[in-house]
T-cell receptor, first 114, second 117 residues
Framework: EAQVTQNPRYLITVTGKKLTVTCSQN?????MSWYRQDPGLGLRQIYY???????DKGDVPEGYKVSRKEKRNFPLILESPSPNQTSLYFC?????????????FGPGTRLTVL | AQKVTQAQTEISVVEKEDVTLDCVYE???????LFWYKQPPSGELVFLIR??????QNEISGRYSWNFQKSTSSFNFTITASQVVDSAVYFC??????????????FGKGTKLTVNP
């Protein structure tokens, strides 16, 4: 089954404790992206990756890091989480070669930073 | 800059009513793509439709229909004979092929639809 998986689905942590949210897709997609969803703000892009070893900032990259060492994985790293990073996070992937393709979203990770 | 506006923050209807969710977008590109996603209470994002800027045909899928009008930069979504299961947050989104091929989706803030029995 074609899918994007994220782990963990729920996480409660404390300020300053490094964490990683994993994202994996099995569709051989080149393009992967992270979004955060906050009430009243919709979804905003954090980082994206066009392909292996190619990453770039989205609209709200501060406080986040990413890496793309393999095509299928695109982890989101919070080196020193803060309460303002409490949010619902979505990973997405698509094949950009033909443009405008549907982005497949993972199930979301609900992060709470105390 | 790209922008998507969903002016309706919340809509409440009674089952079997028709409801239209508005979406207005801004872009300088001639090639772009429009999407609607549904987010039910369980939280996942469900793809509903994609439209490219060269295809202005309206689309109908069961009780769902979409009206794309470039002249007014709108891509409205209508649910006919609404059902309780339609209760969700609906997002309209715009994608441009940015330089280098980035396909960032710019989302509206969403419209929360509640369908009451």
């Amino acid at each position: 089954e074609a899918q994007v998986t994220q782990n963990p689905r729920y996480l409660i942590t404390v300020t300053g404790k490094k964490l990683t949210v994993t994202c994996s897709q099995n569709m051989n997609h080149e393009y992967m992206s992270w979004y955060r969803q906050d009430p009243g703000l919709g979804l905003r892009q954090i980082y994206y990756s066009m392909n292996v070893e190619v990453t770039d900032k989205g609209d709200v990259p501060e406080g986040y890091k990413v890496s793309r060492k393999e095509k299928r994985n695109f982890p989101l790293i919070l080196e020193s989480p803060s309460p303002n990073q409490t949010s619902l996070y979505f990973c997405a992937s698509s094949s950009w070669r033909t443009g405008g393709n549907e982005q497949f979203f993972g199930p979301g990770t609900r992060l709470t930073v105390l | 800059a790209q922008k998507v506006t969903q002016a309706q923050t919340e809509i409440s209807v009674v089952e079997k009513e028709d409801v239209t969710l508005d979406c207005v977008y801004e872009t300088r590109d001639t090639t772009y793509y429009l999407f609607w996603y549904k987010q039910p209470p369980s939280g996942e994002l469900v793809f509903l439709i994609r439209r490219n800027s060269f295809d202005e045909q309206n689309e109908i899928s069961g009780r769902y229909s979409w009206n794309f009008q470039k002249s007014t930069s709108s891509f409205n979504f209508t649910i006919t004979a609404s059902q309780v299961v339609d209760s969700a947050v609906y997002f309209c989104a715009l994608s441009e092929n940015e330089q280098g091929g980035s396909e960032k989706l710019v989302f509206g803030k969403g419209t929360k639809l509640t369908v009451n029995p």
